[in-house]
Structures are given as C-alpha cells and as structure tokens.
T-cell receptor, first 116, second 115 residues
C-alpha cells in the first residue's frame, strides 16, 4: 500500500518570502502521479500542481514549483513570493498510473499561514 | 461547466437517522470518487466508480455505508443508521481519463454532523 507523509503539521512565512513544504511517499510502483492540493478555509480542494513520475523535469505553475526526487521518493512544494491568499492547508497526494482512474492517497496536510 | 455539485452543503442529524449525500459529477467525466475528511484520519477514499461501476469500495467503513451511481450524472452516499463518529466532511470528486488528463476535481463537500 502507498503512504504519503507530510512531516510539517504547521508552517508560517512572511508575505513575499519563499516557503517549502515537504512530502515523502512510499510505493513499489514505477509509474505514478503526484499532486499538491490546497484547501483554504472555504474547504474547497484546489489542485495546485501535478507531476508525472516519468518526467524528470520539475513541474512549475506560476509561483508554485516542485522538487521531485524519484529515487528519494520526495516531492516538495516551493511557494515563491508568498501571498496572504496562500494561507491554507496543503495536501500532498499520490496516485498510481494504471489503465483507468485510480484513487488519491493523501498526506495529513501542512497548515500554512502567510503573515502580513 | 458548473463543476462538481454536492448537496446538501451542511447536514445535521440525530444518531440513528438515515443520511443521504448527493453528488453530480462534471458532465462527461467517467470516474467518480467519494472521500471523507476527519481530523483524526485526514482525507481517505471511501469508494470510487468507473463508468458507473464500483471499482474499489475497500474504504467503506462498514455495512452502514452504501453508495450508488445509477447513471453518469448522479451518485449517492447513504449512511443508515448514522452515528456520531460519522461526523466529517464528505467530498465527491470526478475525473475523465484521456491522454494526459487524469486530475480529480472536487466538489465543495458536505459537512455532516451527527448528534
């Protein structure tokens, strides 16, 4: 079974600064996807960024980027130029890559607070 | 598109009552997922469907929980009888697997409180 571990229950950062959230996972699969989801106080789950395991290049979406280390089974999220609206819970998630849809396995989350 | 629609957004019920949560996936999506979020256990999959067929229900806690997907545009999650430990936020998500498309899109969730 796959597991996802987020070792930082809470983090804080000053507005405009950079913060990195950690995520490690355990799997015997070779092909899979990794995701970061954001959950603001509204509780809506919002996809922030995704990474295909077969791609060596790290994914980037505007101020969000990942550091994907497949051998180390590590998938960290870097938020640059932090904004107050980035305050939220962040969940790292794993999904096997198969012929059909697969379930997401989530970490326990990191609560990020961006301070003015 | 309107996104994934869930109803009700909030539900308060007494122990022993039947609760039905509803979900309308994004039109054209062929997979539907029910997740539960609690402080203790985090986000966990309850069940998911591909093309209206249940694929993995190993996350369904016990026989009190049941889920159906009678057609591509509607699914229900039923709890009968409900218990206080069922209090949680229940999310429905949908996806369409085609080429490089596999992301799951979440509904706003239903916050269930069982007293």
């Amino acid at each position: 079974a796959q597991t996802v571990t987020q070792s930082q229950p809470e983090m804080s950062v000053q507005e405009a600064e950079t913060v990195t959230l950690s995520c490690t996972y355990d799997t015997s699969e070779n092909n899979y996807y990794l995701f970061w989801y954001k959950q603001p106080p509204s509780r809506q789950m919002i996809l922030v960024i995704r990474q295909e395991a077969y791609k060596q290049q790290n994914a980037t979406e505007n101020r969000f980027s990942v550091n994907f280390q497949k051998a180390a089974k590590s998938f960290s999220l870097k938020i640059s130029d932090s904004q107050l609206g980035d305050t939220a819970m962040y969940f790292c998630a794993f999904m096997k890559q198969r012929g059909g849809s697969e379930k997401l396995v989530f970490g326990k989350g990191t609560k990020l607070t961006v301070n003015p | 598109d309107a996104g994934v629609i869930q109803s009700p957004r909030h539900e308060v019920t007494e122990m022993g009552q039947e609760v039905t949560l509803r979900c309308k996936p994004i039109s054209g999506h062929n997979s539907l997922f029910w997740y539960r979020q609690t402080m203790m256990r985090g986000l966990e999959l309850l069940i998911y469907f591909n093309n209206n067929v249940p694929i993995d229900d190993s996350g369904m806690p016990e026989d009190r929980f049941s889920a159906k997907m009678p057609n591509a545009s509607f699914s229900t999650l039923k709890i009968q009888p409900s218990e206080p430990r069922d209090s949680a936020v229940y999310f429905c998500a949908s996806s369409f697997l085609a080429g490089s498309s596999y992301e799951q899109y979440f509904g706003p969730g239903t916050r269930l409180t069982v007293t």
